[in-house]
């Protein structure tokens, strides 16, 4: 029986490295990242049902925004698989310190942020950031809102950046989501049927400022919505993935 088992443990796992090893690769500077990468590729595109012809059409060099309505902590795992290019996170200081969790968070790049202060330190590290030609996503909300909730001010953050950089703001609306809510417990059940949807791309100056975080707000309150909004997400039949 003890043979049977370790023959079903170790079929298992180079199924699962096989599978994994077949994910679509991005440099994120450390071996272990890139590693985590190809795992969260699976889990996401796999096991929460996002499917493998979707990605974020990002530029392939330069900074850009990506913002997103935020219900469960899946949220920045779905973000991450869509998107060939390393992102950095805004992220709420209590999680970004949590023991464990801490020095993978610093090495992936998260920016902390301070829910109960001013949060000056996390908008001009963005903003280095995003003039180093990096991808930074944020939830400009704040914290989560659900879709039965009251909808919340919309914070400027993005909107200053995109003014100071001229990088696009690409804004993505999340659903087909379980367990909402949760922080980490949805990462891993119950199952999603994840999808995302790229309600727009927009470039800020000073004289419109006010308008795109109108829309924005609009947008990731689901409020406007787009026949066939799949659409502006990049398909591409990579055989290599779906194979």
């Not at 900074?63 to 698989?81: F, K, S």
Request: proline share 4%; with cysteine.
């Amino acid at each position: 029986m003890l043979l049977i088992l370790s023959v079903i443990l170790v079929s298992s796992s180079a199924v699962l490295y096989i599978n994994i090893k077949k994910q679509h690769s991005a440099e994120w500077g450390h071996g272990f990242l890139n590693f985590t990468y190809k795992l969260n590729q699976l889990i996401c595109r796999k096991y929460h049902r996002l499917g493998y012809n979707f990605w974020i059409d990002l530029p392939e060099k330069g900074g850009a925004l990506i913002v997103a309505n935020h219900q469960t902590g899946l949220d920045i795992l779905l973000l991450v698989a869509i998107s060939k290019r390393p992102i950095k996170f805004i992220a709420a200081k209590e999680y970004c310190e949590m023991k464990g969790l801490k020095n993978f968070f610093s090495k992936a790049g998260c920016i902390p942020v301070d829910r109960k202060n001013r949060n000056t330190f996390a908008l001009q590290a963005a903003l280095d950031a995003v003039k180093n030609g990096e991808i930074v996503a944020l939830y400009p909300f704040g914290g989560f809102h659900l879709p039965n909730e009251k909808e919340p001010k919309i914070k400027s953050g993005v909107v200053v950046i995109a003014k100071e950089t001229k990088v696009p703001i690409y804004s993505v609306y999340i659903s087909g989501l379980r367990g909402i809510g949760s922080v980490f417990m949805n990462i891993f059940f119950p199952r999603s049927k994840a999808c995302l949807e790229l309600k727009s791309i927009k470039r800020c100056d000073k004289s419109n400022m006010d308008q795109v975080l109108k829309e924005l707000s609009n947008e990731l309150s689901n409020k406007i919505n787009y026949p066939g909004i799949r659409k502006p997400i990049e398909l591409i039949e990579d055989k290599k993935e779906s194979s």
